[in-house]
């Protein structure tokens, strides 16, 4: 309202998430009217810089998404005359006295509502919570933190890390990021199986007779190996976004759209199933390649990287969800760096058609011939259903196409990033698409035997050539539950 105000404070200011989406996120709200009337944005960093030099750097992060707009750079201006700049230390609370004095002042006689984004490594979390909270933290407003992860490395850690923030917040003022839960097509994944007639009726184990999960990109880890090295791609991609995606597929129909109703629904999911094997696990790292003159770096070319790194940057796994709607169904996950492709997407394999009159009448063999939907995450969004066709003509012959759902065909505005809804949702209190500390217990349990049993074993990583489809491992993975990669075939 018009009495209230909003500050936000980007606590590691010059870091790269900052940079790359934070600053940029908070602009493109602005830029579509979506931030408060009142609102100040403070840069919190240790490094001397003046409100001039901070808004330097943050135009030169800022682009028009919609640029045929005119008023851009106008926009920009203004945008920027709100962006403020706080020299302090993260375990100082008389620096952080000192911030909280400027908000006041920006503040003025209004309700005071405070949102803190944790923009540091996780080691100095709780120093800030800690800083912030007592020196900084609305007086007649609320106080909200986002962080984001690496929540911990294992339950243990992140239990600590839990305790530790509820020391100074509770639950209801931590908003824990997974920024997938904040693109669209995961968000619409509820969509699709909620307001649909079509689909919800086959989301069991009687008619889908797999799903995959499946992540990749094509490039290494390049300038990120020292975070990585310590963490792996089990811990980077599965724990959080592949698992978070799983729960939302798979989970019962929520009682309302309300926070509460939808991650209690998702906690289920969590808690029913058992925790990974070892043998149901595959897990790869790349290795150097030379491809057309171009040599490609390994993962343990890094010179951030110990030569003798065992970190996974590839892994494969089947896991399974003891309920009456998915009892046997394999859902498999599939995460990697340096392969041939960047996706993400989910893949959802329906069973056969009993009895198929058809069989006879297909080019490729009938197992290929099963309904797929494919619900593309990114690059290029899209959702589409894989179907039997007869090819046009007098005899009578099947081949596969596509409903296709492309959404650059079909809409035309541009897809916000996942950081504008999530900061959005931060700003307005809504928790739908943030973690709950039980989700994140209940997601760790279901990794920390097995990370600690590769660690223990000291399993070596199947190596994989830059660029490569990944280790042939995980084939023999989905072969042991009669899988085939959607993505491959
Ligand atoms: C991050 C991981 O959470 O997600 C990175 O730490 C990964 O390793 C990134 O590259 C991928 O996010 P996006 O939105 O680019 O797919």
């Not at 992860?149 to 917040?169: M, N, V």
């Not at 729960?247 to 029913?272: G, Q, Y």
């Amino acid at each position: 309202s018009d009495e209230s105000s909003v500050s936000i404070t980007v606590v590691g200011a010059s870091g790269d998430l900052a940079k790359k989406k934070i600053f940029p996120a908070l602009f493109a709200l602005y830029y579509e009217d979506c931030l408060p009337k009142h609102f100040s944005i403070f840069g919190y960093a240790r490094s001397k810089m003046t409100d001039a030099e901070l808004r330097d750097m943050v135009s030169k992060t800022l682009t028009c998404r919609i640029d045929k707009r005119e008023n851009c750079s106008e926009k920009m201006e203004e945008f920027l005359k709100r962006c403020f700049y706080h020299s302090g230390q993260y375990d100082s609370e008389e620096d952080f006295a000192e911030l909280g004095k400027k908000l006041k002042q920006h503040e003025g006689s209004k309700v005071s509502n405070r949102l803190f984004y944790l923009s540091i490594p996780p080691n100095i979390f709780l120093d800030v919570v800690k800083c912030a909270s007592k020196s900084a933290s609305s007086v007649n407003g609320w106080t909200r933190v986002i962080v984001e992860k690496p929540f911990g490395r294992d339950s243990e850690s992140s239990a600590a890390l839990t305790r530790g923030l509820k020391q100074y917040l509770v639950e209801d003022q931590i908003f824990r990021i997974d920024h997938y839960l904040g693109k669209e097509l995961v968000e619409n994944l509820s969509v699709l199986r909620f307001s649909n007639l079509v689909f919800e009726p086959l989301w069991s184990r009687q008619y889908i007779r797999n799903v995959q999960l499946i992540f990749s990109e094509d490039f290494g880890t390049e300038g990120r190996g020292g975070y990585f090295d310590s963490y792996g791609i089990i811990r980077d991609i599965m724990q959080n976004h592949l698992l978070q995606i799983l729960a939302l597929f798979a989970m019962e129909t929520p009682i309302s759209l309300e926070a509460e109703d939808i991650r209690n629904e998702k906690v289920k999911v969590l808690r029913s199933m058992k925790p990974l094997q070892l043998e149901d696990v595959v897990i790869g790292q790349y290795k150097g390649h030379t491809k057309g003159g171009t040599t490609y770096p390994g993962y343990t070319d890094d010179k951030t990287v110990p030569k003798d790194s065992l970190a996974p940057t590839f892994a494969a796994a089947a896991l399974f969800i003891n309920n009456a709607r998915w009892d046997g169904v394999p859902f498999l996950m599939k995460a990697g760096k340096a392969l041939h492709t960047k996706r993400a997407e989910i893949r959802v394999q329906f069973r056969h058609v009993p009895g198929n009159l058809y069989k006879g009448c297909f080019g490729t063999d009938l197992d290929r011939a099963t309904n797929e939907l494919v619900i593309r995450v990114q690059p290029d969004e899209a959702i589409y259903l894989k179907i039997n066709n007869k090819i046009p003509g007098l005899g009578m012959r099947l081949d596969r196409s596509n409903l296709n759902l492309h959404y650059a065909a079909r809409y035309s505005k541009e897809i916000p990033d996942a950081y504008e809804r999530l900061l959005l949702d931060a700003i307005e209190g809504e928790r739908r698409l943030f973690i709950r500390s039980d989700e994140l217990d209940a997601a760790w349990e279901l990794f920390t035997p097995l990370l600690k049993e590769l660690e223990q074993k000291r399993t070596a990583p199947e190596l994989y050539p830059y660029g490569s489809r990944g280790p042939v491992g995980a084939h023999y993975l989905a072969a042991k539950y009669n899988v085939r990669w959607g993505d491959l075939s």
